[in-house]
């Protein structure tokens, strides 16, 4: 079941679909989850949401964003 999401899909070596995804994945593993032991199953998505809503998008800084906080630039935005 698809539940109405639909796969963006590029041509053969155009990293473009992925490159936000993977460079999130690769600082949440690197400055977060790497080495993490969570004694229940419970406890892991409560870590990821503080680190992502805590961090992640209010103090980290991001290349791609001019240095600013994800928060900074949807407040740009608006």
Known sequence: MNKGIIQSMSRKG????????ESFF???????????????????????FAYIEGYYNRQ?????????TP???ELRAA
């Not at 980290?60 to 240095?67: E, K, V």
């Open 14 to 21: 155009n990293c473009w679909d992925n490159a936000p995804m």
């Open 71 to 73: 928060e900074q630039a």
């Open 26 to 48: 690769g600082s949440l593993k690197a400055e977060f989850v790497h080495g993490a032991r969570y004694p229940t199953r419970a406890d892991a998505p409560r870590d990821l």
């Open 60 to 68: 980290g800084l991001h290349s791609a964003l001019g240095y600013i």
